[in-house]
């Protein structure tokens, strides 16, 4: 069973299309990034498959409706919007009592063990605590639940380096299994890149790209060419061409690797370069 | 709310054991919740302790001249007698009353607001908790919470005030026994226990209100809430040259007393015996049903409200 199945989802506020009939599906077990300028139609999505907003078209999440049925679906689904969400007055205890009370899939010695590893004291009321150590607490308390869904909607926003780098560590490590799926949205696209199986690029309410990271390593290939070979690779139609440090550097799709090793340094582009690529040329149309 | 389709096991089990993908721990989402309000609304128990505070310290220090006082008192008849010790210990409950009155209103005008102003609703929907639920802990708190919390406060502040009187009276080598004797206690409680009932549940559409609009303002909950009352009636003042939204608000407010209560023509509200208090006359009055009704529906569109929306 897929674990999210969208047909024509479409959501429209006022004259503003946000979500423009998408066709998504994701399977289960996947890490899915959904990578789209600001404005895009990401949260939306992610929103309509929170049930935090009606829509049009089908949707469905893990069998259910989300706007129908939040509550029970929030038994199996999980969700961290960004660390300023976490109410500011409760206390680290009271925030673990309410969870335990609440959700029926909430292991509470679990959550005790990963906040054991950071210096958050207990006693503590969220205000008190850092940017990064709301983080760690929202995470340990999400890792906590055995979900079988959780959408990260810019988890990281704010957060300095270390802690971003710890929160996709731990994810990974402590979290993730092949019986999870996992939606993330950000910005900071370099981070995730070897986090996900696979890519979505939305742009103005539409999936202008959907792939798996496999087929992604198999299409796109990146080619620091040679001078001599500037007018032959791009002859070969790239994608996208850059100039770094006075070296052009093309980007193609669908083009034999051999080949283009004859024409420069071929290497792994990044999931940003590719972003600018396929967005740049959305721009210009 | 529909129905659970798989409802969840009652005990956990052993996940790994019985490679079930999932275990269900008992929940109790409405308790938590209201424990939440109260985490989070310290002013719930806080205003209502202050005022109790303040009314035992207060007590003592008139307590100076109580012998001289009660010496007077003890020369009138007995009705008289009764009345003047009494008087403190209803002002007590009366002060009671309308602090858990305003502590409830300005609670409700933020309950639903709050969450919205700071983002934690996005935090609270990520839980498996109905907005059904959430909006009725919010509700509980006026109709319930603050009753029982005003009912105790109140019972502790007249036995204080009867202990610092005893005090009072013995160290001057008189008798405590005239304040015992002379004021019902148990009477007096049940009394209070019966009137915040009655008043609660009286109110109960005042408060659907103030949810209501607290869940639907973007701002300024409280003049949302109250303006457009103010309108009407300036409206109907100016246009037909009558006040009968006025008297709707104030009956509102007050109306509960003269249904619940038998104050036997009375011009000073006494209650001196239980037979004075007439659930059967509260409970037949159409307005107490009228009002249960609107409160439903404030509820209710509350209810409906906290699904559409999101953080302002």
Sequence with gaps: ?285 | MTAQPNPRPLFSGNREANGLSYYGAPTRPLYWSVWRELWENRSIYIAPLIVAAVQVVGFAISAIGLAERRRGVLLLEPAKQRALIEQPYDLAAMMMIFTMFIVGVFYCLDALHGERRDRSILFWKSLPVSDLTTVLSKALIPLAVLPVISFALVVCVQVIMMLETSVVLIFHGMSPATTWTLIPFFQNWATLLYGLAVIAIWHAPIYGWLLLVSGWARRATFLWAVLPLIAIQIFEKITFGTSYFGLFIKHRVMGFAPNAFDFRGHANPTIDSLAQLTPGKYLSSPGLWIGLVVAVAFLAAAVRLRRYRGPL
Aim: glycine content about 6%.
């Design chain 1, 1 to 285: 069973m897929a674990c999210i199945e969208a047909r024509g989802l479409r959501k429209v506020y006022g004259t503003t299309i946000a979500l423009d009939g998408i066709d998504l599906r994701v399977k289960e077990g996947r890490i899915l990034g959904l990578i789209g300028p600001n404005g895009a139609g990401k949260t939306t999505a992610l929103d309509a498959i929170l049930g935090l907003t009606s829509y049009e078209g089908e949707l469905k999440v893990l069998g259910r409706d989300p706007w129908n049925s939040r509550d029970q679906l929030m038994c199996d689904v999980s969700f961290i919007a960004d660390v300023a969400v976490l109410p500011r007055w409760i206390r680290v205890s009271q925030m673990l009592d309410y969870v335990a009370g609440v959700h029926p899939r909430f292991d509470r010695a679990k959550a005790e063990g990963f906040l054991a590893k950071t210096t958050i004291k207990r006693a503590s009321k969220v205000r008190q605590l850092s940017k990064g150590m709301v983080a760690q607490l929202h995470l340990a308390l999400v890792m906590a639940i055995d979900a079988k869904l959780l959408v990260l909607d810019e988890p990281t926003l704010g957060l300095d380096i270390l802690y971003r780098k710890q929160f996709y560590d731990s994810l990974l490590n402590d979290y993730f299994d092949r019986s999870r799926t996992i939606v993330v949205t950000t910005h900071q696209v370099e981070e995730i890149q070897d986090v996900l199986t696979d890519l979505m690029f939305i742009d103005r309410g539409r999936i202008v790209l959907e792939c798996s990271m496999e087929e992604f390593d198999a299409r796109y290939v990146e080619v620091m060419v040679h001078p001599e070979h500037v007018e032959a690779a791009r002859a070969l139609k790239p994608i996208h061409e850059r100039l770094v440090f006075g070296r052009n550097v093309l980007l193609f799709d669908h083009v034999d690797r051999d080949q283009l090793a004859a024409l420069g340094d071929v290497r792994r582009p990044s999931i940003a370069d590719l972003f600018v690529a396929l967005m740049g040329k959305e721009e210009s149309r």
